[in-house]
């Protein structure tokens, strides 16, 4: 089962605008409930009250574990993510703002097994949350991240989580720019703000070798968090763009009509006005003038 | 002659006072239009988080349920920095400062609802519902498609930013066009009709 199995969108918006006008107001999102089976069929029509989600295994000696979705209070969890392993984090799902809960049980257990972690989460609308199972088996915990999603005008974001048991301490660095020094295992760093580029991303252990290597591109206005992992051959560094917005935002709205299609009122009628004005001038004029000359013929005979 | 002349001007003002006085009512989308049948290619799934291979530019958009299919041209922002519209209202153009439809983030596609003599290519944009499919046909031949979620209507005096252009952590589009009341003081529309969707 592979993590495309959340990735079943639905809707979302981002946070409530100021002024919607007709818009088409639809159902809110229910959650139909499956206790088996992978993504449950959400249908549910668009909102403006969704926030994101996603699921992140990143313990390196826990073995894989299923993942249950609830609504809180509801004993029936609406999804579940099968035989998530160590690395994988699924791609962010829409859920209607609102409180959930979040189980993991090992792999194959069965829903009514003992959850090894569980929490709740808060969902608000417009904002993305990762859910992460993090730390050595021995301590591990389930940690609910807070996901920016704006970057800074012309920069990108970067943050760094560190899940890597065989390198205690690890540093990052974005071709010349430092993200971490020394972020040790389990933590997860702040974002900082980078200036975009095609660079390569160096991941060094606190002797400064063992490195991982990967070339990133960071265009303007995207998030990214990177993850440090054990691979099979030493350090791994795994790129996720969290969200990516406009290069720049356009100023205000967009003028895109020239209204051949819109009522008009009548013309104004002084064209046509000026016209009959002109016309009976004209004929006035000329009959006056028929009327005198003729007088004057009338009088020569 | 002169006099002939003049019965006949003011004649002719007179039949067209009579002819013209009345207003012309909104032309309004036929909501019975023969659908387009959905384009045939190789259908590309959303995003992976891990995603590396930048996806190919759009080059043609297709809404088979409002008979829409046009190429896609480059726009960009105006000196003022407001969103560039296409030059021609027969076709829609795609923001090249947003991302590419099938990539995170929300991509940007413009058109005009109509030009000075009737409808544009974006003229029924209006009616589409949710769970309506739009379909962007990339460079490389494949297929991103999309699910309408909702369709707002805003005024462009108080445009929502943020709402429309602000960041989003999944493959989603912006189809825009004009709608609301023509204000022909100013000779364009008092809103914007945005259309959300989510890649599928």
Known sequence: MTIRTITRRTVMLMAVSALCLGGTAAASASAATTSAGTSSARSAAATSDDGWIRLAHLSPNTPAVDVYLYSFGVSTAFQVLRHVSYGTVSAYEPLAAGVYSVAMRAAGAGPTTAAVLSTSVTIQAGHAYTVAGMGPESGLRLAVLDDTLTTPPGQALVRVIQASLQQHSVNVSFGGQVLQNGLLFGEVSSYQAVTPGSEAVVVTDASGGGDANASMSLAAGTVHTLVVLDGAHGLEVVDLVDASGDAADPVGGVSTGFGGTAPHGPPSPLLWLLATATGAALAMAAGLRLRTTRRQTLKRT | ?200
């Not at chain 2, 309004?28 to 590309?44: E, F, Q, S, W, Y």
């Not at chain 2, 000196?79 to 153009?93: D, H, I, R, Y």
């Not at chain 2, 923001?95 to 003599?117: E, K, L, N």
Request: aromatic content about 6%; charged content about 10%; overall charge neutral.
């Open chain 2, 1 to 200: 002659m002169v006099l002939a002349a003049g019965i006949v001007v003011a004649g002719g003002g007179a039949a067209g006072l009579l002819l013209t006085h009345h207003s012309t009512p909104a032309e309004r989308p036929d909501t019975l239009v023969a659908a387009l049948p959905a384009p045939t290619g190789k259908i590309v799934a959303p995003p992976e988080p891990t995603q590396v291979t930048p996806v190919a530019e759009p080059v043609a958009l297709t809404i088979p349920a409002i008979a829409v299919s046009t190429q896609l041209i480059h726009l960009g922002l105006t000196a003022s920095g407001a969103l560039q519209v296409p030059s021609t209202t027969a076709v829609a153009g795609w923001y090249t400062g947003s991302p590419r439809p099938g990539s995170v983030g929300p991509a940007i596609i413009v058109g005009h609802i109509d030009s000075y003599r009737g409808p544009g290519i974006f003229f029924r944009l209006s009616l589409l519902h949710p769970g309506d499919r739009v379909y962007v046909r990339r460079a490389d031949g494949t297929l991103a498609v999309f699910r309408v979620t909702v369709v707002q209507v805003y005024l462009k005096d108080h445009f929502p930013t943020q709402a429309v252009y602000g960041p989003v952590p999944d493959a989603e589009l912006r189809l825009i066009t004009c709608g609301g009341a023509f204000d022909p003081a100013r000779g364009s529309y008092l809103s914007n009709v945005v259309v959300y969707a989510t890649q599928v």
